[in-house]
């Protein structure tokens, strides 16, 4: 019988939730998380079933001063596990939680995390697309060479995508926003 | 105080609220949270991405200064602007205590 397996998964950067579920559900199952690495791939290793609450932040701050960062979630008993593309992992057991616990404990600081995700992951986006995509949308289409006719169509395809991504990731970050400030 | 403190911080969350409070002494993150647990008989207990992201934010707005890091907990105290919003939200709670009462006496006579 294997002992470990990996699992690719594709989390937007607006599922954390539906990612700490995936993580919790593997445990229950039996297989402990042990680390994410490139390209959505998620490694675990054969235990005994465990109910283990994973939670991510999302805090360049933090990531920034990890020692102070990591001591406090330690002392709040979560272990650390990774970062992951600005994510930072915790995990706790449900058998050493008086109820529900979270690492957030109030809708404020749940939106302010929502917050820094929308600036320093959304933002970006939305400045390429606006000085990049666009421009070159129409300095190709304005160029009669072949070269240009397919670089033309390489932007659209570009610009449609980009479009397709921002409708999606939007209407997630609309959702958030509108649920944590009631 | 200028208009955007006031904004961010009247009224105050909670939360806020007593890590304001706690850090009229010295303390680090943990200490604080094991503070609040005492003053509310362990009805309140913070969280640490909570409390990470509000003393990282009082300390960029200036409500709260690093004094010292000890064994990579790092110690926390309030500043004048700190005890400025907090005397004001002190007031703000007062305030709604006196209505409260009053309410009630009045409910009962």
């Not at chain 1, 490694?43 to 005994?48: A, G, I, L, Q, R």
């Not at chain 1, 360049?60 to 600005?86: L, R, S």
């Not at chain 1, 169509?153 to 397709?164: C, H, K, Q």
Request: proline letters at 3%.
């Amino acid at each position: 019988m294997k002992d470990r397996k990996i699992k690719f998964r594709y989390f937007s950067i607006v599922e954390w939730e539906k990612e700490q579920d995936f993580l919790r559900r593997e445990g229950l199952n039996g297989w402990h998380f042990t680390k994410a690495t490139l390209l959505g791939i998620y490694h675990f290793e054969k235990c005994e079933p465990e109910d283990m609450v994973y939670q991510l932040d999302y805090n360049p701050d933090g990531i920034a001063h990890k020692e102070q960062y990591v001591q406090m979630f330690k002392d709040c008993g979560w272990e650390y596990v990774q970062d992951y593309f600005g994510y930072s992992y915790f995990r706790k057991p449900a058998s050493e939680m008086s109820g529900n616990e979270e690492i957030f404990c109030d809708d404020q600081s749940r939106l302010e995390m929502v917050k820094r995700i929308f600036f320093t992951r959304m933002i970006p986006l939305i400045a390429i697309f606006f000085l990049l995509i666009i421009p070159s949308l129409y300095t190709q289409s304005t160029d009669p060479s072949s070269a240009g006719y397919v670089l033309s169509w390489a932007s659209w395809i570009l610009f449609v995508l980009y479009l397709f991504v921002f409708l999606i990731l939007g209407r997630q970050f609309w959702k958030y926003w509108k649920d944590l400030s009631k | 105080m200028n208009s955007h403190i006031q904004k961010v911080y009247v009224p105050m969350t909670e939360t806020g609220f007593y890590i304001l409070l706690c850090l009229l002494e010295e303390s680090h993150g943990y200490g604080i949270v094991q503070k609040v647990e005492a003053l509310t008989c362990g009805q309140i207990r913070l969280s640490p991405g909570t409390l990470y992201g509000s003393l990282s934010k009082m300390e960029k707005n200036g409500l709260i200064r690093f004094i010292r890091e000890e064994e990579k907990r790092k110690i926390y105290k309030i500043t004048d602007l700190g005890r400025q919003v907090l005397d004001l939200e002190m007031k703000r709670i007062e305030r709604l205590y006196q209505n409260m009462m009053e309410v009630r006496e009045n409910e009962r006579s």
